[in-house]
Each structure stands twice: as structure tokens, then as C-alpha cells.
């Protein structure tokens, strides 16, 4: 029998929350109706947020917009941790040069633009620039033609030995109730078994995700573990990365993880989450 | 240091040689240069032979007339063995009504076609009828939209408990000297993954493949499998998949397997052919 | 809903039965109760019938005497078609000389054995002898040491480029109502982890088991696949193995998958079997 | 062909080294020939230095006392950051009552107990106490019965809906020149298999190690991540690990990547180490 428990009375032993937003605080159809209560809550009690997403498509000030168009505005570019902001970090640090190959939508490949690297679509990859390609990112399923470009990129990673760099963690994501769209961490799936290679990922449920949010807190203040709790609605991604970190965790039953479901899975995976509760909606 | 066997001493201890196609016969350029001295001399011998091919693209009959187009008149459609007609034979023996959905060309569907069936592409599946579909086959990688299609195909997939079935193991093939294309074995693998599904592959190292053709002998003729070599390329396919049978081996250095990496792979994989051979040239 | 046939209203449609042994006609108690009217039926019937099981600790004579033993005298040697069966063929046909190494007891290697070959467990093989090694086989989880021979094994397959074969594919089997031992299928899986190395299994659902029995009959008399039913407990094996043969199936629910999860797990999987039946028992 | 630069010119661009141990500091035969020029070096030169290791088997107390016994003393117990002490922090922040039950020796286990947790070794685990478990280690290969142990360990997991965690993700370890030994993580690979569970992983090229050793930096002066370099003798953890973590990197030739083999496994893995060098040893 699952003992849920109430989400308010949850995070009242917190300081701070972390948020998975796909599945906890939107949805296929938008905004999860009532969450802007919750974000109410948190600013009322002073309790500080993060959204931790699995999101490489759009930069955070553009993922924050999207947010405000439909009418949260308390989640702003600065609460919000993607793996797209990994990847970034990654490039900046690691890949001083050359071209920067990516698989993505323009808008994807915008955020991660530096001053000394240039992007190009895999589409734009030739016998021309093949040789001062430095990297590979796998930004987004959409923006390019996968029979075309998959098979340039398979062709770009035998030919350099370039890192490639998967900026999303997920297989699949939800369009419609009953529908899902292939994820940029699907393709990269792929292609990984086909040229035999191990990609650099990034996103939920490693650890590198969750410590880039922790840092952000700790550059302004003392903080321990115990004071967060991580909310998300997918126990492989959320749940098992929070736990790995050590954090608290809370499943919700708004998204991925079904209310009938829950206790069969979580005995399946032996991934067992702090709490469980109904959504992230403190009513 | 690599013992290379003559080719026709080779197989002149053998009464039937089966062939691979790829890397053996032929490569991206056409047929391997003198390789219709090899089917001469088979005749002249009196010795049968079979290709093997794990190859659904086409039906055995548009396969030999590609041979026959490149000057090759030997390989006719009844010394082909195809894993495409495993594919054909399964939904025979086991899908008797409804529609079978593919993806591939107009080509590769025709061929698995019946008389009790009806073949439609995943391009045309849609709400009308998708409780219809009674299976799914991978037939080839081009002859459809790869972003429409396979997010349809996994769709698809996670509504209806139907088999799955990859009539091509391969994940690539070679389409210039260093290029190559992945193919539908490789597609398959990306969405088995995603929706966490065994499908049902058929191809070589699969013994079925091997089966198939030596039955056919069989149905003519007392055989055993000591009268049998297996000619091909890829230690993974061909030379595993001849083994486990209980054929003996030879592998050619004219395709997937290099002169010098032949030894580093045997060693590394253990997977070890009876003769290592140049090619399957009868000078 | 599940849709449950009765067992003997669905084998009188087939001319030969295929059995299933664990879960089938035996579990961690003995016999299935009842299982012995099965086979007067399909003696009374005159119905063909054979034992296809991931065994390879013992040889069919062994494991015939211990049907023999519970009190069901109608499965005899001859009818008994083993994994262990299948590594014996192979090392017949493909290893003509040197040191079979072998981990499991001495009853299952006694029955590998053969005039050309000399098997030794692996217990067994030092520095003197470790040059003469031509095969490894995993044929049994107990009779030797897992600390000291597993690591023995790995060293083994790192220095020679022996084929390794694995005579049970199975990852585990129940001991009693709610508790598994590792089986040597599982063990063999770790040590391929551990060496990036392919090994030649056998087993269900592999094809080459059901062509072995298929072949048996063959041998006798004219037949088809239409003629013969494949009855197992697991999806995965027995019924998925039977499909891609071209067999119809039979689920029974007496074994690994019960019958609160039937029909869950067929739709998970896209495994479906032609029947579904309580269990092989004949009332 | 390979660039190799000098060890001292590359440290000399850092402020802190972070050193794998096994096959950079030691080697199956004790230290590495000179290693202690490199850390007299490091300390006149004022550099800050960590052990970063896969090793769950001693305390960071007992790891260093081995290298004293050796004669390298500078390497002291605060300096060395383990997969053991994570292990250990995720049990103090997350596993808060309950039976730890673990795999190894007394000494592994009597690191990770608490003044709250009691561990007890898999062998001990029976009906009366299966109850109060809370958790599962792999800790070490070594210290218990890998046949009765892992079996118990088996149906524990199945059973009980824990966090399993594997303090090491090593598959193996050398033990001699051409020999190794099957390590925890090995063992806990396959039991993740045969269970179907995701296990809790600890160890590079985890990014958990790197950010625990660079927290502990961080506690008493500010860094940043180009300020330090990782060195180690294995590109799939030391090297992919540092380079995702956004350190700069240097594979050394005195452990398990050869000076011969260095460049393809570079290219065939994609895997790029900022440095070559031949080892970490400062002439």
C-alpha cells in the first residue's frame, strides 16, 4: 500500500528544492495547473529553488521565457541548471579550437557559441572543414535531417578521434498523453553502438548535474546535502541521481511514474525515493 | 605471423562453399576483380555453392540480377539465401492476418508481400488502422523518413504487443572506401533500446541463416555439415555465425577484415577461422 | 482479460510436442503433479513429443534416469534434446586436438567427452598445460572453486584465443518457491564483461536448439513446422525461441511467469504466444 | 606517432596533481622506480597533490600506511580520495537505520560502520535478520565465499527493495605482469545482470570522485578547475573521468595502456588526454 505523503509538510524540512521540470512542473499540455501556488510557497516561506532539467534545445534565459509566456514567472535563467549548461561548461574548458560539429537546432547551437569556437551543423561538415572539427554535441533531435546527418556524423566519429558529447541523457520524451518523440540521447544511442565508441553525457542522473546546482548555491552560502530535496517524477533519472548525490528525493506521480505503478517499480528497481507525493502542487 | 592458405586448395577439400556477398563477391565498387574465375572453376568441379547474405533490401531474384548486370551470370536466384526470407518465412509460418508494417523501400516490401497479408509502409499508419498491424519489420534504411517514420515506429510499438522483426543484423555497410551507412540493423537497435523491447533479428551469426541454406541442400541430397565451408570478410558474422554451426572457416582479407588486422582481431575477439585466405579469388 | 485454452483441446491440433523442462513438467519440488497423464495422453494419442532444455549438467541418459527415478517413465533418452547436447556437436565437428578446459562437475564434462579430445577442469590447468588448451566451456555452476577457477578463466581467455562456449544461456534457476541459484549461463556473462570477448552460446531461444530436436525427427520422417507446438514457462526462451522458429507456442503459467503477470509481461515484451494454458497437464 | 612530453615541464603549468594510484604510483610489484623524486619534487615546489582510487578494500588510514611500508611517506591519509569514502558518505547521508550487509573483508566494512548502521557480511544474512537490511555493499573480491555468498546476495536483492552499491567499478585489477584478478565491480556486474537492477556505482570515471577531491580543496582556498591536472594509466576512467569533469589530463605509459598500443586505443576510443607522458616519475 503506498503511503503518500503531503508535498507542503515535505518541503517544510527543507531550505531548498530542486525541481525536474518535465513531468513535475509542466507537462505535454503545459504548465502543471496550481504549480505557480508552489512557487508562491517557496518565495513566502524563503525557501530558494532550482530547476534541474535535462534540457540541451534552448538556453536558460529562453527556457525561463517559455515559463513566463505561460504565466510562472518566478522561475527565472538564474534557477535554471541544464545539461545543456554542462555541455557548454565542457567546450569552454576542454576544447580550446577548431570547430565545434553539432546536431541540433540553430537555437541550440546559439548557447553553446563561444568566442573562440565556432559551431557548424553537422549538415555543413566536408572535405573542406573535416579535419579542424574538435568536437561533436549532440544539441536536439530536431534542426537537421537524421538519415543525411546521422550517417555524416557516424562518418565524422570513424574518420577523428574527437570527443562527442551528448548534451542529453533522455531516450524518449512525451508529446501527446499517450505519445513520445525520440530524444537527442536516443540518437546518440545509436550511433555510440555503431562506431563502438563511449560518448561524453551529460544530464540527470549523473552527478555532475546536481553538483553544478549545489555549486551555484555554496558560491553564496553555506550548505550541507541535508538541507535539499530533489523532486521528480522519473525514478531512473531524478530519484536514483539524487539518492547517488545525497540528497533527499520526492516522487510525484504527475508525469512519468503512474499512481498505480509506483510501488511495483520501485520494488523493481530497487530505487527508493524519501517520499512519495501526488504532484508538486502545494494546494 | 599470418599463414595465408591458398584459396582453391582450399576449398577443393570441401563439396559445397557458401559465400558471403559483401567484402567476398563484391564491394562498393562492383564485383571483386577475377571472382568469376572462382564460379568457373566451382563448375568445373561440380562443387555447389550458396551466398549467404545478410540482405533484405531486395528480393533474390532483383539480387541475382544485379550479379547478372555486372557480368556475373553463375549466382542465380536460387543459390541466394537471404535474411530477408527468414523475415518472409516468419511472417508466413506466423502472422496470418492483419497488416504488416515496414520500413524500407517499395522493393524490400514487395518481396515479403502474400497472398493472406498486407504490407503497408510506416509512413501510412495512422489511427484508421493501426489496430491492424499485426507486425512491424525492419527491411532496409532508406525509402522512408527517418525523423516521421521511427518516431511513428516507436509509437507504433508501445501501443500494440506485436512482434518485431529485423531482417538485417548489420549496423552498417560500406558504401565508399572509408564511408560507410548505417543500416537497418543499426535503426533497429536505436529503438529497441528506447521502448526496452527484444525484437526478433534475423541474420547472420544467427544459425537460422545457416540452417536455411543447408536445409535446402538437404531437401535434395544427403549432406553433412563437414562437406560445407563458409567463405566471408567479418569474424562477428560470418566466421562466428560458420563456427557456431559447425562449418568450417575461411576468412578473406578483401573486405570488413584488413591484412593487418587480421591476427590482432582473431586474438582479441576469439573468434578463429579454419584458413585465413587473400581473397576468394581462384587465381 | 486473460484468455486461457485448455491444454489438451490445443495439443491435439499438432502432430509433435515440444516440452519445456523446468516449469514445465518439473519444479524446485519434483514432478508437476499430474504431468504424468500428459504423457499416457500423447502415448494413447500417438503424438511425438521431446524434452528441449538449457541443461548441460548432466547428460540425457542422467537426465532421463532422473524422470525415471520421480516415477515418469515415458521420457527416455533418446527424447531428450540439451543445451549440453549442442556444445558436445560443437566440439565433435570444430576442436580436433589439444585440451578442452571445462567448468562445472565432473558428471557434466564426463558426457563432452570424447576419444580425440581430453577434457580438464580448470582447476586443473597451470603452466605445464595452458599451451594445449583449444576450448573453454562453461557447462555447470557448481563442481569447482568460483574464487580461485573464475579467475583462472579469465587469465585463460586472455592469453589464448580459444573459442569459448557456454552450454545454458539461462542467467539463473529457482531452487525453492521464492529463491534462485546463478547458473552457469549468468556466471559466463560476467566473465565476457570482463574480457570484451563474444562467446558461443547455446540454447533457447537460440535457433540451433530447435533445429537440433527438428532435425531429429527429420531423420525418421517427413514434417513441417506447422506440425509441432513448443510448450515452456518463459517468455523470453521457450516462447520467443519457439516464434522465431516458426512454432506456434504454448505459455504455461506452472513456472517462471505467473498468472497475475501473464499478460502484463506478454504486452511489455512483445512476445506473444499462440496459446495460453493453465499448465501441460492433461486432466 | 606519439608526442610524449616531459612529466616535470607539464606539472610545472598546474597548481594541484591528482594522481591515480594503481599503474602510476605502484604497480603489482610495489612502487613505481622513483616515484618518490615526484613527490619531493611536488613539495618543494609547493604543489598540492591527491590520490584519486577506485578502492573500496582499506580506509584512506590503512591505504597510506601501505605506502609508508613502502618508504613513500609523503602520501598521508587526508591526501587520498577513494570510491570507498563515497560509498561511505552516501550511507551516513542516505542509509539511516538497518543492517548494511556487505561483500568483502572486515577491514573494508570496518570503514564504512557508523555509530548508527551495524554491518554484517553476506554470509551472516539469514531468515531472522533478511528483514532488517537496508543495504547492500560490494566492497572487495575478496573475504567471503563467492559461491554461497553471491547466491545469497542474489536473492537478497530480489527479495528486499535496497539501494545496492558497488564501492569500485573496476572490472579487474593486475595482480602479476599478464595476470588479473576479477574485482568487485566485476562481480556486482554480473549480479546486476542476472537481478536486472541498476546498482549505485562509486569510482571513476564517475565525476562524484573528482568533485569529492575537489570540494575537499575547496574547503580551505579557492580553485578553479584549470588549476589542476589528473594523471593516470587508463583512459576509460582516469583520463574520460578528468576530461568530463573539465580537468586537463595526462596518460601515463607505466600501467595498463602500453607505450605500443597508446595512440589506436586513442583513436578507437575518441578518448584524448591532454598529455602524454612516459610516467609520472620526475628525473
Known sequence: MIQLSDFRSVIDQYKIVFFDAFGVLKNYKGLVPGIENTFEYLEAQNKEFYIVTNDASRSPVQLAESYHRAGLYAVTADRIVSSGMLAKEYLDLKVHEGIVA?????????????????????????????????????????????F??????????????IPVIVANTDFSYPVTKNEVSI??????????????????RFG??????????Y???????????KDIVM????????????????FDTILVLSGNTLPGDAITRINATGIVPTYICDSAVVE
Open 215 to 225: 555549486d551555484l548555491i555554496r558560491e553564496r552560502r553555506p550548505i550541507v546535502k
Open 183 to 200: 530524444a537527442a540521447g536516443g540518437i546518440a544511442s545509436m550511433i555510440e553502438t555503431i562506431v563502438g565508441r563511449k560518448f561524453i
Open 204 to 213: 540527470k542522473p549523473d552527478s555532475q548535474m546536481f553538483m553544478f546546482a
Open 102 to 146: 553539432y546536431l541540433g537546432t540553430p537555437n541550440s547551437a546559439h548557447y553553446i557559441d563561444d568566442s573562440d569556437l565556432h559551431t557548424l551543423p553537422v549538415s555543413s561538415i566536408d572535405e573542406s572543414n573535416i579535419d579542424k572539427v574538435s568536437a561533436l554535441v549532440f544539441l536536439d533531435d530536431e534542426g537537421f535531417d537524421w
Open 231 to 246: 523532486v521528480g517524477d522519473t525514478l531512473h533519472t531524478d530519484i536514483l541521481g539524487g539518492n547517488k548525490f545525497g
Open 148 to 161: 543525411k546527418d546521422l550517417n555524416t556524423a557516424v562518418n565524422l566519429i570513424r574518420k577523428r578521434p
